[in-house]
Nanobody, 117 residues
Framework: QVQLVESGGGLVQAGGSLRLSCAAS????????MGWFRQAPGKEREFVAT????????YYVDSVKGRFIISRDNAKNTVYLQMNSLKPEDTAVYYC??????????WGQGTQVTVSS
């Protein structure tokens, strides 16, 4: 499996912004889809956003549409999640995921995002 390492989490007040990064190991990756999930306290893990390997297709859960932007830099084997207008309900551990053909078999260990009122 590919190693995925998230960074950029932290504490921010409501209305603020954070950018998460996820770096994948390996010099080259072929058609590797990447995305983000999150798990809030006492809640099930949920899908947040995904980007196909080419970066041409992106998808978001309704609750983050218009606020979050997923992007990727394949030359750096890195995917980003720009989070704007953060709300307390965005508080969660955010996980980077990746895989071939939408499998998302690879998971990072997560980075904590806490949004205070």
């Amino acid at each position: 499996q590919v190693q995925l390492v998230e960074s950029g989490g932290g504490l921010v007040q409501a209305g603020g912004s954070l950018r998460l990064s996820c770096a994948a190991s390996g010099r080259t990756l072929s058609r590797y889809d990447m995305g983000w999930f999150r798990q809030a306290p006492g809640k099930e893990r949920e899908f947040v956003a995904t980007s196909r390997w080419s970066g041409s297709n992106t998808y978001y859960v309704d609750s983050v549409k218009g606020r979050f932007i997923i992007s990727r830099d394949n030359a750096k084997n890195t995917v980003y999640l720009q989070m704007n207008s953060l709300k307390p309900e965005d508080t969660a551990v955010y996980y980077c995921v990746g895989g071939v053909a939408g499998s998302y078999a690879d998971w990072g260990q997560g980075t904590q995002v806490t949004v205070s009122s």
